[in-house]
């Protein structure tokens, strides 16, 4: 799929994507404070399409601080920009793809090993992953959640995006997180269930 290809799906999957409420564009407990708020005057007014892409770098906490609705609907404007120049996006890569991908035991565990080879971290890192391992069931609850509200063609379209990034841009990643993304979760919505990383 060439790059115009994807961009051209995305608006076509996304175009009728009902605006949220603006009253819900932040999650519940951050309302009131002061940057959540100052994100949501700024995003409100416009549809995902009108968004610039200064506001989506310079607003890069936004992805954390929407409710699920509002990130669904503001996805389409975070996809293109990453495709479309993925230097300019710099910190949001992570931050979206790092949302696409289904939580597991297995990415905590990892990180808990490589932070307790180190004999002199403190204790309270042990209690993080252990509280981290705890919530894991919300996690997987919230994913489910927040991905539910996506069409089959708008969740075809995320896969369609996360292997076009796995083709031209394995190497901007560190991990093998895109083949997670598609493999824990979005490969459900190819063509025949399968995909290939």
Known sequence: ?????????IDASFELAPRPDPERLLKPHLVGMAEAD????SF????????PPQLLRTGEAA??????EAFIYYLPAYLKLIATDIEYADVLVDIVIEKLVLPANEDVLKEFVAFAKDKDRPKILQEYFSNK???????LHGFI?????LS?????????FLEYMQEHYAGYFNEDIL???IYRYWFVFGSSGTSTP
Do not use: G, N
């Not at 409100?44 to 968004?51: F, G, I, M, R, Y």
């Not at 992805?63 to 699920?68: E, I, L």
């Not at 959640?145 to 509200?149: C, E, I, Q, R």
């Open 1 to 9: 799929m060439t790059r115009e290809q994807l961009l051209a799906q």
């Open 38 to 41: 100052e994100l949501k005057k």
């Open 44 to 51: 409100a007014p416009l549809d995902w399409q009108s968004v």
């Open 63 to 68: 992805p954390t601080y929407f409710s699920d």
């Open 133 to 139: 391992l705890a919530k894991l069931d919300e996690r």
């Open 145 to 149: 959640k927040t991905f539910a509200l």
């Open 152 to 160: 089959c063609e708008q969740s075809r379209c995320v896969l369609h």
């Open 179 to 181: 083949r997670r993304a």
